[in-house]
C-alpha cells in the first residue's frame, strides 16, 4: 500500500505538470501553496523561489524530494520554472518547461548502488485551475507526454544508452484532476491518451545477455476515487489502512500489441502479443481488495531453443 500511495503522489505530480472554470475564484499564491502542500503531506520536501509578477506568481529553481530510508533511496523532481498566470475570470493557468529531470539514486543494503535520471517531457501542455481553496480542479492537455532514461551508473560506472534504454509516450492526452481537502484529502481524476508507445533494451556486454520490449496501445483511459486520510505517512503503509484509505476506479486500453525477445548463452527466445480491448475495475480500502479483469480478441507467438516447436495462440 506504500507503494499505491507513492503512485498517487507521482501521478496528482504528473496530472498537475500535464481548459473547465469553476464559479470560484482561485490566486496564482493559491495553487502553489495548494500544490506545496500536497507534495509535502505525500512525504516530499519542497525548495523554490518565489517572485511575484504583475498577473500572477514565478517559481523557480524547484526541487522536490523523496526520501525511502529502507531502499535507502532519493527521487528528485527539478523544475526549472513554474508560471501561474491569473487569467481575470478567476482560473491560473499553469506553464512547465518542455523538459524536467527525475534523478532516481539507490543502494538497498546488499545490492549494487544504482543512478538514473529520467526525462520527464511535454510538448503542447495546457494547464487551467479553477475552484478555490481547499477545493480545486486541475484541467490539462498535451500533444505528447513523455518519460526517457537519459542517465544510468551501476556501482559509479556509467551504462551508454545503447546497453541499456528505456522511453515512454504518450500521445493526444487530456484529462481533469479534481483535490477536495478536509479533515483528509480526496482526488477524483479521468484521464485518456489517444496512444501510447514504449520501448525497454537492455544488453550486458560482459556476458551477452539482453533484453527487449517495445509495443504500443490505443485508446487509454483511467478514471478513479481516492480518499487519503489525514496524517497518514508515506512509509508506514498502516497509517492509510487505519485512517480510512479507500481507491477505487477502472483502466484499460481498447488495443495494444508488444514484441519481446531475451537472449541467453542458450539462444534467443522472441514473440509478439495481440490484444484488443482491456479493463480493469479495482476497490481497495483497510479490509478488501476486488478487482475485475476482462479482455478480448487475445494473441501471442513464442519460439525460442528451449521449445520444440513454434507456439502460438489465440482467444476471443
Given amino acids: 500500500m506504500r507503494r499505491i500511495a507513492r503512485f498517487s503522489s507521482c501521478s496528482m505530480l504528473a496530472l498537475a505538470v500535464s481548459g473547465g472554470p469553476g464559479f470560484a475564484e482561485v490566486t496564482a499564491p493559491q495553487v502553489w501553496n495548494g500544490l506545496e502542500a500536497a ?6 520536501s519542497v525548495t523554490a523561489t518565489e517572485t511575484p509578477t504583475g498577473d500572477g506568481l514565478d517559481v523557480t529553481d524547484v526541487v522536490m524530494r523523496f526520501d525511502a530510508p529502507e531502499d535507502n533511496a532519493t527521487v528528485e523532481i527539478s523544475i526549472e520554472s513554474i508560471d501561474f498566470v491569473e487569467n481575470g475570470d478567476g482560473t491560473v493557468s499553469m506553464t512547465f518547461p518542455a523538459s524536467m529531470p527525475i534523478s532516481i539514486d539507490a543502494a538497498p543494503e546488499g545490492e549494487e548502488a544504482v543512478m ?14 479553477s475552484g478555490e481553496p481547499g477545493n480545486m480542479t486541475y484541467t490539462y492537455s498535451a500533444a505528447q507526454l513523455s518519460l526517457s532514461l537519459t542517465e544510468f551508473e551501476i556501482d559509479g560506472t556509467p551504462v551508454p544508452r545503447e546497453e541499456a534504454r528505456f522511453d515512454f509516450i504518450l500521445d493526444d492526452v487530456g484529462g481533469s484532476t479534481v ?5 483528509g484529502t480526496d482526488l477524483t481524476q479521468n484521464v485518456q491518451a489517444a496512444a501510447a508507445r ?5 544488453n550486458d556486454p560482459e556476458s551477452d545477455d539482453a533484453a527487449l520490449v517495445s509495443g504500443s496501445m490505443d485508446g487509454l483511459f483511467v478514471s478513479s476515487a481516492t480518499v487519503l ?12 489502512a487505519a485512517g480510512g484509505f479507500s481507491a477505487e476506479g477502472s483502466m484499460g486500453y481498447t488495443g495494444g500489441e508488444m514484441q519481446f525477445a531475451a537472449t541467453e548463452e542458450a539462444g ?11 479493463r480493469v475495475d479495482f476497490a481497495m480500502d483497510s479490509s478488501r481488495l476486488r478487482y475485475d479483469v476482462r479482455a478480448t480478441e487475445q494473441a501471442f507467438s513464442l519460439s525460442g531453443p528451449e521449445l520444440p516447436l513454434p507456439v502460438d495462440v489465440s482467444m476471443n
Fill in 179 to 183: 483535490a477536495v481537502t478536509t479533515s
Fill in 116 to 129: 538514473m535520471v529520467l526525462d520527464y517531457g511535454n510538448e503542447g501542455l495546457e494547464l487551467l485551475v
Fill in 229 to 240: 486520510p489525514e496524517g497518514f505517512d508515506p512509509n508506514d503503509p498502516q497509517s492509510l
Fill in 39 to 44: 507534495l509535502q503531506g505525500f512525504g516530499y
Fill in 268 to 278: 534467443t527466445t522472441s514473440g509478439t502479443t495481440r490484444t484488443g480491448s482491456v
Fill in 198 to 202: 514504449y520501448d525497454f533494451a537492455f
